[in-house]
Each structure stands twice: as structure tokens, then as C-alpha cells.
């Protein structure tokens, strides 16, 4: 994978990039299936599931704290990409607008276009995610997930659903698309859980 657009981790990155991960030197665009085009005056996102029913608007989203992240990237097909900076809102600011059934364990990820996946309750409250509408100062472009996705840092990139729209809240596991079509069900980059067993 090495070349014109993947560095192998010199000294000062490698303790920061996971086993079989190479850095992109880029941002690459991965998508399955068609691009979803939202405008934000017409983009939605609903609660659903194990929780008090709700629908938020843009203007909601940006009415809640806003702030600045930078946080590593880690895609299943082994590049990285090393301090991003976006801007949007915190998973456990968004949580304080819901209310959540305490036995729901965990989230289904719903987005526009159809795609779905899955993650625990416990690594979705985890403190360094966020629901981003912002990438390097410009509004997220629509291949990245725009107008907003949620970015889950440190699990794989599959989890940081694009053109995200809803939660499902639940007491169960159940699988999204990629878990569906063997990819894990958690996606840890440190322990390579990149296929169902």
C-alpha cells in the first residue's frame, strides 16, 4: 500500500497509528452504493427504539453547544489519516436533548440512503465522539457525509456512519450493513478487528 498516496508511519506517528494501518496523505472517499444529496433545510434526524420518540431539525443541532475536535481516523481498509480537525456537537451534549429507556444497550445508526451500523451503547457515550458538520473550516462536503455524520474515533471508520439521520435505541445487538456482510460487529483498530470471525 505504500506510494503516492500511503506513507508508511515514520518514528513519530507509529504509536499513534494501529497495526496494518498505513497514513493516507489524503482524505480518500469511500462510499457504498449512490451519494445522498441533503440539503440542511430539509435534512431531519430522529430518535427512535428504547427512547422518548423525537425529531430534531438543523436548527436544533446548531442551537446545542457547538465545538472543535481533532481526532485521529481509522478506515477497515488499513490507511489512517492523523489529526483531522472538524467542528460540530458532542455525542453527550446531543444525549442531554433524549431520553434514553436505561435498558437500552445498544444504538443502530441510521442514515440517509439507507445505510445502517451498529455500536454499543458504551462506546457510543464515550466523550471524544461527536456528530461533525464541519471539516477543516468548511461545511462537511456531501462525499464525506455532509451535512453531518457522527465520528467515532476509536473504533473503525465504517462505525462514523455518513449522512447520518436517526438513532435507534435498543436492548439488543443487531447488525448494520457492513456487520451483515462480514465485517465485526465492534471494529477495535488496535486489535484488528476488521472480519467476523
Given at each position: 500500500?505504500?506510494?503516492?498516496?500511503?506513507?508508511?508511519?515514520?518514528?513519530d506517528?507509529?504509536?499513534?497509528?494501529?497495526?496494518?494501518?498505513?497514513?493516507?496523505?489524503?482524505?480518500?472517499?469511500?462510499?457504498y452504493?449512490?451519494?445522498?444529496?441533503?440539503?440542511?433545510?430539509?435534512?431531519?434526524?430522529?430518535v427512535?427504539?428504547?427512547?422518548?420518540?423525537?425529531?430534531?431539525?438543523?436548527?436544533?443541532?446548531?442551537?446545542?453547544?457547538q465545538?472543535?475536535?481533532?481526532?485521529?481516523?481509522?478506515?477497515?481498509?488499513?490507511?489512517?489519516?492523523?489529526?483531522?480537525?472538524?467542528?460540530?456537537?458532542?455525542?453527550?451534549?446531543?444525549?442531554?436533548q433524549?431520553?434514553?429507556?436505561?435498558?437500552?444497550?445498544?444504538v443502530?445508526?441510521?442514515?440517509?440512503g439507507?445505510?445502517?451500523?451498529?455500536?454499543?451503547?458504551?462506546d457510543?457515550?464515550?466523550?471524544?465522539?461527536?456528530?461533525?458538520?464541519?471539516?477543516?473550516?468548511?461545511?462537511?462536503?456531501?462525499?464525506?457525509?455532509?451535512?453531518?455524520?457522527l465520528?467515532?474515533?476509536?473504533?473503525?471508520?465504517?462505525?462514523?456512519?455518513?449522512?447520518?439521520n436517526?438513532?435507534?435505541?435498543?436492548e439488543h445487538?443487531?447488525?448494520?450493513?457492513?456487520?451483515?456482510n462480514?465485517?465485526?460487529?465492534?471494529?477495535?483498530?488496535?486489535?484488528?478487528?476488521?472480519?467476523?470471525?
Amino acid at each position: 500500500m505504500p506510494g503516492k498516496f500511503f506513507n508508511k508511519p515514520d518514528q513519530d506517528t507509529a504509536e499513534r497509528v494501529p497495526p496494518g494501518q498505513y497514513l493516507a496523505t489524503g482524505f480518500p472517499i469511500l462510499t457504498y452504493g449512490e451519494t445522498p444529496q441533503i440539503s440542511t433545510q430539509e435534512w431531519e434526524f430522529k430518535v427512535w427504539g428504547l427512547v422518548t420518540p423525537k425529531t430534531l431539525t438543523w436548527s436544533d443541532f446548531m442551537a446545542m453547544p457547538q465545538q472543535e475536535f481533532t481526532a485521529d481516523f481509522h478506515c477497515v481498509t488499513r490507511w489512517s489519516k492523523l489529526d483531522i480537525k472538524w467542528r460540530g456537537v458532542k455525542v453527550t451534549d446531543f444525549m442531554k436533548q433524549v431520553e434514553v429507556n436505561p435498558r437500552a444497550v445498544h444504538v443502530m445508526e441510521h442514515c440517509y440512503g439507507g445505510y445502517t451500523t451498529n455500536i454499543a451503547m458504551a462506546d457510543f457515550l464515550r466523550e471524544e465522539n461527536f456528530f461533525a458538520h464541519t471539516l477543516l473550516d468548511e461545511p462537511l462536503p456531501i462525499d464525506h457525509g455532509g451535512p453531518m455524520r457522527l465520528v467515532v474515533p476509536h473504533i473503525y471508520a465504517w462505525k462514523s456512519a455518513k449522512w447520518i439521520n436517526g438513532l435507534e435505541f435498543l436492548e439488543h445487538e443487531d447488525l448494520g450493513f457492513w456487520e451483515r456482510n462480514g465485517y465485526h460487529t465492534r471494529g477495535e483498530p488496535w486489535a484488528e478487528e476488521r472480519y467476523s470471525d
